[in-house]
């Protein structure tokens, strides 16, 4: 799924306000999707300068590019979000990923998530945006990427607009500009776009290796003002031990303005991830879904951060968690399997963090534990059966139902099906639900188990961030 939904009309504000000190302003009507993606190339690496790019799913959709583009030269992370700057909670996720690492140099965007947005309003939160990125960028290059054209010439004109506006804050604050709208607008729309807004992988890899470019240019000059002599590693916060190659963040908030309906948090990693759709589809009219998909242990600083961030966007009636496949989905040589496997108390201490923190600011939502699967068992039977059991002794102590999701489910066609079946049953169980399932009636039986309850199954291939 792409971040971005199609912008044809002009976008409704709501009567909502963003105060700071600095300043109050309108924010627009959320969408009816809100997401947010977020990649880290290379987690806990320090042998080279890491950049920041900050966009919509024009910068997620070309990232993959700049970091092969810039390899051997500076480490990629990115936060894409389909949220406009006037949103109440941007700066709170903009200030959430600039403490995830120190970064030598930042490029930002915000424009086609803002089609339609009053103009002295976006103005204003940009300069916020500003602000914040000099304050807690700790001396990052800071750069200004121009939001790409629209194919519909109404709205383009809008992102003219918004680009105008930011091209005079970026001159009076001294931010140099990557010019991405002057290298696409003269292209061919037919060629090298897919559709009002997305480009071909053509299309892509022209602005990725612009991006490029300009990082590469950029990279070594230091901004003046606070933290600009502050040391810059790369890394992540000390101690926090990476074993994969990219880590990555999906949070969707369906129906983001709705009420009248509970509202329930699903929380895991890409299995949870690839059946989102069916399950919000499954729960209409019943329930509003959020959801947390990350391949981030919760023994992550970062991950308590996010959820904590999550937990206070809204207020959750039922939240069904799991982690697990990115702790124990390993093989023999891997560091992390061998770290979580020779570490049970240290994985069972985190598991108790998590809990402590959903109870702690979960606005008293019901918690359900869904078991996960470690498809190499094979490789560490003993320290896995440990993991499981540790497991289920913290959810009996904490008094917190267990789903098995798995159990009946076995792979092919129709596994995504299945596994919707199962926590649309067990998330309408704990609303006090009596929600009809199309799955057959062995699929759809009630997924609570006891805390000794099996785990099972496979899940198909995780889809990339």
Not at 367 to 381: H, L
Not at 442 to 455: M, T
């Amino acid at each position: 799924m792409n971040l971005m939904t199609h912008h044809t009309g002009t976008i409704i504000l709501a009567a909502v306000f963003i105060c700071s000190a600095a300043t109050v302003y309108a924010e627009r009507k959320r969408e009816n999707i809100e997401c947010i993606y977020t990649v880290c190339h290379a987690p806990g690496a320090s042998d080279l300068p890491r950049v920041l790019l900050i966009g919509d799913s024009i910068a997620n959709m070309s990232q993959e590019f700049v970091s092969e583009d810039l390899s051997g030269t500076a480490y990629i992370s990115t936060y894409t979000t389909s949220k406009c700057i006037t949103d109440r909670s941007y700066l709170k996720e903009l200030k959430l990923m600039l403490a995830g690492n120190n970064y030598a140099l930042i490029q930002f965007n915000n424009g086609l998530h803002s089609l339609g947005v009053d103009l002295k309003q976006w103005e204003l939160a940009l300069s916020e945006v500003i602000k914040l990125l000099r304050e807690d960028g700790k001396g990052a290059k800071i750069i200004w990427a121009s939001s790409t054209p629209a194919e519909n010439p109404d709205n383009n004109r809008l992102v003219k607009e918004l680009n105008q506006i930011a091209a005079r804050l970026m001159k009076e604050n001294n931010i140099p500009i990557n010019d991405l709208f002057g290298l696409m607008d003269p292209l061919d729309r037919k060629q090298y776009w897919t559709d009002n807004l997305h480009h071909t992988e053509e299309g892509r890899k022209l602005a990725a290796t612009q991006v490029a470019t300009v990082i590469r240019e950029n990279l070594g000059h230091r901004e003046s003002g606070p933290g600009s002599d502050a040391v810059v590693s790369p890394g992540g916060p000390p101690g926090n031990k990476r074993a994969e190659n990219m880590d990555w963040t999906r949070i969707f908030w369906y129906d983001a303005e709705k009420s009248g309906l509970p509202r329930v948090l699903v929380i895991g990693d890409s299995i949870y991830d690839d059946y989102q759709q069916l399950v919000n589809k499954a729960l209409a009219g019943t329930a509003f879904l959020s959801t947390y998909s990350t391949n981030r242990s919760f023994a992550d600083p970062l991950y308590v951060k996010e959820l904590e961030y999550i937990l206070n966007e809204y207020r959750y009636d039922v939240i069904l968690f799991n982690n697990g496949l990115h702790c124990n989905e390993r093989n023999e040589t891997d560091p992390m399997w061998k770290t979580v496997l020779s570490d049970i108390p240290g994985w069972e201490a985190g598991l108790r963090g998590v809990i402590k923190l959903i109870r702690d600011q979960g606005k008293g939502a019901k918690m359900i534990w869904a078991g996960s699967v470690p498809w190499n068992e094979a490789n560490r039977p003993a320290e896995v059966k440990q993991l499981q059991a540790a497991t289920a002794r913290v959810m009996k102590e904490n008094h917190i139902p267990m789903s098995d999701p798995y159990a009946a489910i076995h792979p092919g066609p129709q596994y995504n099906e299945q596994l919707t079946a199962q926590v649309t049953s067990t998330l309408c169980e704990q609303l006090g639900i009596n929600k009809p399932s199309e799955a057959s009636p062995g699929e759809a039986a009630s997924s609570l188990l006891g805390p000794q309850g099996s785990i099972s199954g496979k899940p198909q291939s995780s889809p990339q961030p």
